[in-house]
């Protein structure tokens, strides 16, 4: 922004519009005017006034009253009432002397009223307040402007969840604050180069055109140059070719990468400086918190992925498939798990579970129980048996957590099912015949109530069982049963194991709030 666009200081002269419908009051007034060193613009009617106004830019209006084609208070009115137009008015009226007048005058919109004779030190003293009252309004609503730009880009920068939509806020808020073109340069977490160029009204640029693409690449070399180079966190660097000027700035933070921006202007204000430089200090904060959100996030996933046991390979005859996915804005650890146990007499425990919270002491609690199932699974205690050792256990050592479980014995020999559930999501049965949910409950774990016997049922010749923890189906606003019932539906009979796993993510996992943990196991005909 030039000066002229920042606005003059508040007692230079500025453009003065006289309006008299008589000759001598407009040589009078305008020479008055003039000897203070303002520009002067004589009228003698209210539709040249308006015709001028909307034809050049105007600092302040001389109004009189009595006009011979309209009332100067209606000619207030109007400029008042224009957002294009409006700017401040002072009446000077030799007829138009009552205190009714001067109530109606400035009731309608004038800044001041005066009535002639009038010294020419009043009229000056009066000109100049009213100009200095207004450019002070003036400079404070430009000022509140840039800081709200500034607002909604640090907003946006906080709120973007990957650089790409940091550097886009960066280039918007710069555009905004400086009503030019801007172009917005940061490393990503591997340390390549991601920009960002929009215009002033939050137009995406492609950077084909030269000036965006010189600023561009005057970006590209000053963000690549050492550290060493900059004794300042910002710089003013350009210009980008010698016919387009433009302003560009490098940001750096302490043991950080930089932030390189350049707006399309060949000088700033001190005050867009200022603002440039918060600009580009937040964005250089921002980006160590992403990327330092990103580095947590890898490395609770990592943890989080190594508590999971390694499924076992397939059985003669039946099929294991099981996932884990974590919520995707989500840094810490959940306690969503799931455990496959191969006993000595050849049976199989499968189970599915969820301990309460999003913690490491979740995840803490989680590996424990993991740890307990298959060490009394080991032992030979059933299903029931499990829970309330399990129950017993959590009131030792961890009085106020829980957590929801599903166990499953299968007995491949028999090929008969047994099923002990507490709290947790029923297992899905898919058969030759259809699925079900096999509608077993019980109390939580932990909750310190007794769980009820475990149920026994024969299984058909074919089948696919499907464990899932509530990550999978829960949403804001969603119907649960609804939910369940299109995870019944979801994915055909015949689909292995891993297919079905693959489809239940895929349908159902997109934008989760919560971690997901699926586990599928599946019998194929031996005769097949």
Not at 310 to 323: K, M, S
Not at 479 to 508: K, N
Request: charged letters at 25%.
């Amino acid at each position: 922004m030039t000066e002229s666009e920042a606005g003059p200081p508040p007692d230079e002269p500025g453009v003065v519009l006289v309006v008299d419908d008589t000759v001598a009051g407009r040589y009078v007034t305008a020479s008055w005017l003039r000897r203070r060193g303002h520009e002067v613009i004589e009228v003698g009617t209210g539709a040249e006034a308006l015709e001028t106004m909307a034809a050049r830019a105007v600092d302040l209006v001389v109004l009189d009253v009595g006009l011979p084609d309209m009332s100067g208070f209606d000619v207030c009115a109007m400029i008042k009432g224009d957002p294009v137009l409006t700017r401040p008015v002072v009446h000077l009226s030799a007829t138009s002397v009552r205190g009714a007048d001067r109530v109606q005058g400035l009731t309608r919109g004038a800044d001041a009223y005066l009535v002639e004779p009038v010294e020419p030190e009043e009229l000056i003293a009066t000109v100049d307040s009213v100009l200095r009252s207004y450019r002070a309004r003036d400079a404070a609503e430009t000022l509140a402007e840039r800081l709200a730009a500034l607002t909604r880009a640090s907003l946006a920068m906080n709120a973007g969840a990957t650089v790409e939509q940091v550097v886009e806020a960066v280039a918007v808020g710069a555009a905004e604050m400086v009503g030019a073109e801007a172009v917005a340069l940061v490393h990503d977490a591997d340390g390549a180069l991601r920009w960002a160029a929009t215009s002033p009204g939050g137009g995406r640029l492609d950077g084909a055109d030269g000036p965006t693409s010189a600023m561009r690449e005057l970006l590209v070399a000053e963000a690549l140059a050492p550290p060493g180079a900059f004794r300042v966190p910002w710089r003013v660097v350009g210009p980008a070719t010698a016919n387009d000027m433009c302003c560009a700035f490098v940001f750096r933070s302490r043991g950080s990468l930089p932030v390189a921006l350049a707006v399309r202007r060949p000088t700033l204000q001190p005050a867009h400086t200022e603002l440039l430089a918060q600009l580009g200090q937040a964005a250089a904060l921002s980006l160590d918190a992403l990327r330092l959100h990103t580095q947590e996030h890898d490395l609770a996933l990592t943890l989080q992925r190594s508590f999971m046991p390694p499924v076992p390979p397939d059985r003669p005859g039946v099929e294991i498939a099981a996932r884990y996915e974590p919520a995707g804005d989500n840094t810490e650890i959940g306690g969503d798990f799931y455990e496959i146990v191969e006993l000595r007499d050849g049976r199989l425990l499968a189970a599915i579970g969820d301990v309460a919270g999003h913690s490491v002491h979740a995840a803490t609690v989680m590996v424990e129980l993991r740890h307990a199932l298959r060490a009394y699974a080991l032992d030979g205690h059933g299903p029931r048996e499990i829970l309330e050792r399990l129950e017993r256990m959590l009131r030792v050592y961890h009085p106020d957590e829980f957590a929801t479980l599903c166990l499953l014995l299968l007995d491949e020999e028999h090929n008969r099912l047994t099923v002990a559930n507490a709290g947790h999501l029923p297992p899905l049965l898919i058969g030759p015949a259809g699925s079900e949910y096999l509608l077993v409950g019980g109390p939580m774990v932990g909750l310190r109530r007794p769980h009820p016997p475990a149920t026994e049922l024969e299984l058909p010749p074919t089948w696919s069982l499907v464990l899932i923890t509530d990550g999978l189906v829960e949403a804001p606003g969603a119907d649960l049963d609804a939910e369940l019932e299109h995870v019944r539906v979801t994915a055909p009979p015949d689909a292995t194991a891993e297919e079905r796993c693959d489809v239940l993510l895929s349908r159902f996992a997109q934008n989760r709030l919560a971690d997901v943990a699926v586990l599928v196991l599946r019998r194929i005909d031996r005769a097949g």
